[in-house]
């Protein structure tokens, strides 16, 4: 399974941004699949989670009420609509998949992982 993010790159703050995430080798009806981020000096962290079925999903409280997470099992990607940016949202954004079933909020969960995609928002 291959997990290719893009879609990142600089906006000011208040404006939006929306990540993509192709996933290649195998359906992506079969996986839930997550969204984290990593801020320079900082540790991964998670950003939002959708169950394979599309009925569940889950968001850190630092995004919940400006990220959406959604997914397209047909297009085999999945999505991240990010508004209302802030400085502290700039990190590297990394999708990944996990084959148990769920949301899942835990790096230990997900059995693949994207390269990133770099998202900065200037003040």
């Known amino acids: 399974v291959q997990l290719q993010a893009s879609g990142g790159g600089l906006v000011q703050a208040g404006g939006s941004l929306r990540l993509s995430c192709a996933v290649s080798?195998?359906?992506?009806?079969?996986?839930?699949m997550g969204w984290f981020r990593q801020a320079p000096g900082k540790e991964r962290e998670f950003v939002a989670a959708?169950?394979?079925?599309?009925?569940?999903?889950y968001y850190a409280d630092s995004v919940k009420g400006r990220f959406t997470v959604s997914r397209d099992n047909a297009k085999n990607t999945v999505y991240l609509q990010m508004n209302t940016l802030k400085p502290e949202d700039t990190a590297v954004y990394y999708c990944?998949?996990?084959?148990?079933?769920?949301?899942?909020?835990?790096?230990?969960?997900?059995?693949?992982w994207g390269q990133g995609t770099l998202v900065t928002v200037s003040s």
């Open positions: 990944a998949a996990a084959e148990l079933p769920g949301v899942h909020t835990t790096e230990s969960r997900y059995d693949y």
């Open positions: 959708i169950s394979w079925s599309y009925r569940n999903t």
């Open positions: 080798g195998r359906t992506l009806s079969n996986y839930a």
